[in-house]
């Protein structure tokens, strides 16, 4: 098995289409046919049948394919960290949760931005499972995330400051002042978050407290319901993170929710078997330093 021979299997796994891989790849279709023909050859055994138009892979083809996905996966890597120490400069590929994204980092990625001008920052907003896949599958170098139990032997999580949630109400609201809490939310409508980590949260908060909660509206946008808050359409149950700033201004207030597991993190997150490269330490002085500013 070649390098090159490998190299050909893996696009033309993702792709089943020899013309498009030859295309992804900018060479002729007989090329990528040769390399696909050896590849069988020198392992012995079929690894892809032919239907007409279709191609599926063989079970050896399949196990090849995950196999050619993490040796590509970790040699664009290598070469991504030996051409950031050789010129000084290179990338950074960095995920972050919605919440982290919005509200913490965009300080600091422009400090950061002015401090290394040299380094491109490829920024994806997508969940913390998702984020945390794309670490382990070395698709992305770090992420800052929202979580509360994120464990797994692959990865480092390193909590930087709670990020709770929290129940969201306008100035001076009856809420924030009762003693029965849990008794009295049924009273007031409230402006929910359709899905996602806070909306699990509350869900299961109303399950162990068995809460009557009055739900006016399930939205899909944090800002939007923050807005809704601050016109007195409802309350809601947000992220202290996305509301610091409306507190701190006295347009919104927010009060603990009762219940023990509404307490989570923002957590910086690495692969643990990854090498530390002066580019990401260089965003990690970055990161405590504006995180340091922002508690």
Sequence with gaps: MKWKQLEVFYHFSQLQNVSRTAEKMGVKQPTVTFHLRQLEQSIGTPLFERKGEQVTLTPA???LRHYSREIMALFQETDRVMRSYRDKK???FLGASYIPANYVLPRI???FQQKTPDVQLRISVQPTPKTAEDIIMKNLDIG???EQNLSTSKLVVK???PDDVVLVTPPGHPLLMTDSLEQDIASFPLLLHQSGSTRDIVNDWKEEADLDLHIAMELTNVEAIRSLVKLGSGCAILSSRAVA???ETGTLATRPLPYKNASRWI????RKNR???PIMEAFFKELYSGVSLQR
């Design 61 to 63: 083809g399949t196990a």
């Design 275 to 277: 090498p530390v490269t």
């Design 90 to 92: 290179g990338e950074l």
């Design 267 to 270: 957590s910086l997150v690495y």
């Design 159 to 161: 909590r930087i400051f």
């Design 245 to 247: 700033e409306d507190v």
């Design 144 to 146: 800052i995330v929202s």
């Design 109 to 111: 990625l422009y400090q």
